[in-house]
């Protein structure tokens, strides 16, 4: 069993200071690489300094970057709980397994381990487990691994050969930036000082300070009359003079301040304390759904309004219309979320009152969340054509139709510039399309640079990548455009990993085995390599003459058996070439105003004289001498003829 993350406890709401300054840049780092910096990262403090936020901090950063990972966080307690009930149910390897797949395990409490041997040696099995996998763990302790009574020496051994990094007590100025953190989160507004009266008491720790900070809201919530820094220190019963010389006020007894589970409850035994008087049942509800909804991040002036009246009407129906209203804003920040991640967590998704501004950032987000770029639909599947040269390209592209992301993942199709890769690349895209939900990015590699260079400059990559994670299949033709682009190359990887993790289709094209290719990197070549690569070979006949139908029909030339004949039987290494021929034939044709046939397809291509109309260019049977010196082939050149139809210019590739 293990715990969901805090949806709150993230990196962006953890105040940095001194004295946790270098655990939270350890943690940052091992959420940016997991596995590959400080494992197991183990961290430890007096209880309520943060490790547990700064945990589930890890886990966010880790999941915001690369969604496919597996993050788990879980106490000691509920791993023993766990383990315990998996033995007795006797699916102890199972367990084992399980735990063993996750990609950053989160581990709390881990002083618990005294006098718990059999744990000791489970825990130490996972992390050289997780180590060897290149998985990562951090542990949390409210001491360091040499002072856990009768812990194994290996798993001191084990866990001081990471990172062990303590957090000490906020200094003054960090709490001072805790406290106006959380105030402004609630929009709980204090006369000057007041915040500088909580954070010159000496608490132990953040979770106390915080429990100072709730008595404050819940005070000013129930009067009218706004709360200043003396106060302050009457309510909190703090016993010092001034501050002018930046001393710090006397420390609480140790009753007056306990945040304990139920804040509600001490709310109300300390409005009876100190404002001594009793809350009625309407304004005891109104109270609660504040410190309920502030503690989660939401403004909750609408509420605290209705402590201003006398005896408000219909309480219950504003609460629940607050409540309503909340639940909105959670569904429009997590639409956004997965659009722009850096749009999500603004402001305007924290006020109920500006429930026009959140819709309308939504609508923006979503009008710019454009999908990828999409398969061209002039290649459809129903116009490639298939033979013995590329059958097995096309049975995989079937099979990955079919099951995308299940059988051939990746597919890579691999054969020489003109052979129909881009088509089938396409095509495959094309009819991916089609199935449910299915958001499907097909471009060329040098498209993907470019997008990723255009990000980079912007300061956009999370958009740019969130673009592409949303993508049910991911198709890029011509890969080795790759080489030497360490940076897209990094991306890619880290795409690839969560598109294979999550059954999604890869497809990609080559012009060679991806093993060939120079500058691309080993992970990037050995992950091409562990799906399919389908080669497409030189046209055969029967293609070369099932293609030769299909150009002429779009031709609206209708193809005698000689015709068919003669082009099939005609030298070309691809198919681009194949329909240049065609092109070529019908324009003189057209030219000449005479019927398309293999008489007419021999005299344009073998070099004989068409009409009389031509009077310009010395010919030969098949080679044109330059007057530079050397021969180049007719199919390679550009003639200056006079009728239009003859001006032809054939790639070179």
């Known amino acids: 069993m293990t715990t969901t993350l805090n949806p709150r406890f993230t ?66 307690d509920e791993y023993v709980e766990a383990f315990h009930a998996a033995i007795a149910a006797g699916q102890g390897d199972a367990f084992r397994r399980r735990f063993q797949n996750v990609d950053v395990l989160l581990v709390d409490d881990v002083q618990f381990l005294t006098n718990r041997k059999e744990m000791q040696a489970e825990l130490l099995r996972l992390t050289e487990a997780l180590q060897q996998a290149g998985h990562q763990i951090v542990l949390a302790s409210d001491r360091p691994p040499v002072e856990i009574a009768d812990l194994d020496e290996r798993l001191i051994s084990r866990f001081s050969g990471g990172l062990v990094v303590d957090m000490g007590i906020p200094d003054y100025e960090t709490r001072v930036a805790i406290l106006r953190r959380k105030a402004d989160e609630r929009g709980a507004k204090f006369q000057p000082g007041v915040l500088e009266v909580v954070a010159k008491i000496d608490f132990p720790n953040v979770r106390e300070l915080m429990g100072a900070l709730n ?3 819940a005070y000013q919530a129930v009067n009218d009359t706004p709360i200043n820094a003396e106060t302050a220190r009457q309510v909190l019963g703090v016993e010092g003079k001034g501050d002018e010389g930046g001393g710090r006020g006397e420390a609480l007894p140790a009753t007056a301040v306990v945040a304990g589970p139920d804040e509600f409850s001490q709310f109300l035994t300390d409005v009876t304390v100190t404002v001594g008087k009793a809350v009625e049942a309407w304004r005891a509800r109104v109270a609660e759904a504040v410190l309920r909804w502030d503690g989660e991040g939401y403004r909750t002036g609408r509420l605290e309004k209705l402590l201003d009246q006398e005896t408000p009407a219909a ?7 607050y409540v309503h209203d909340v639940e909105r804003l959670k569904a ?8 722009d991640p850096q749009a999500a967590g603004g402001k ?13 950032a939504a609508a923006k987000v979503r009008e710019g969340a454009a999908p990828p770029p999409g398969p061209s639909a002039a290649f459809s599947f129903d116009i490639y054509v298939a033979g013995p040269s590329n059958d097995v390209a096309v049975s995989a592209a079937r099979a990955v139709i079919a099951a995308p992301g299940k059988k051939y993942n990746p597919l890579v199709l691999v054969g020489r510039s003109g052979l129909g890769k881009t088509h089938l690349l396409n ?5 991916l399309a089609k199935k449910k939900k299915a958001v499907v990015a097909c471009l060329s590699t040098q498209a993907f640079v470019d997008e990723l260079i255009a990000a980079i400059d912007g300061d956009r990559v999370d958009w740019w990548r969130a673009r592409y994670r949303r993508a049910t299949a991911l198709l890029l033709d011509d890969i080795q455009l790759l080489a030497g682009k360490e940076r897209t190359q990094e991306e890619l990887f880290n795409l690839f990993n969560q598109f294979i993790d999550g059954d999604r289709q890869l497809v990609f094209t080559a012009p060679a085995h991806p093993n060939t290719l120079e500058g691309l990197e080993e992970r990037i070549v050995s992950r091409l390599e562990g799906g ?20 002429l029909d779009a031709q609206r030339v209708t193809a005698d058996p000689a015709l068919l004949d003669y082009l099939a039987d005609r030298p070309i290494d691809s198919v681009r070439s194949l329909t240049g ?9 057209a030219a000449q105003d005479s019927p398309v046939n293999a008489g007419l397809a021999r005299e344009v291509l073998e070099g004989q004289p068409v009409g009389a109309r031509r009077t310009a260019g010395l010919r030969t049977s098949g080679i044109v001498v330059s007057s530079a010196g050397g021969v180049r082939s007719r199919e390679k050149m550009v003639w200056d003829w006079p009728a239009a139809s003859d001006r032809v210019i054939e790639e070179m590739r």
């Open 11 to 76: 990196f962006d709401s953890y105040v940095v200071g001194a004295a946790n300054r270098l655990a939270v840049t350890a943690g940052r780092t091992v959420a940016e690489n997991p596995g590959s910096a400080y494992n197991p990262l183990f961290i430890y403090s007096g209880s309520g300094l943060g490790k547990t936020h700064l945990l589930m901090a890890i886990g966010h950063s880790a999941k915001a970057l690369a969604p496919q990972l597996n993050v788990e966080y879980l106490t000691l």
């Open 215 to 217: 008595r404050l809201v």
């Open 315 to 321: 309480v219950d129906e504003a609460i629940a219309a």
């Open 332 to 339: 429009l920040e997590a639409e956004v979320a997965t659009l």
């Open 348 to 360: 305007v998704f924290r006020d109920p009152d500006r429930m026009d501004d959140a819709e309308a």
């Open 427 to 431: 095509a495959v895209g094309l009819e």
């Open 532 to 551: 399919l690569v389908a080669e497409i070979g030189d046209p055969d006949r029967v293609l070369r003459r099932a293609a030769l139908e299909r150009v």
């Open 581 to 589: 021929l065609v092109h070529r034939v019908v324009e003189a044709a």
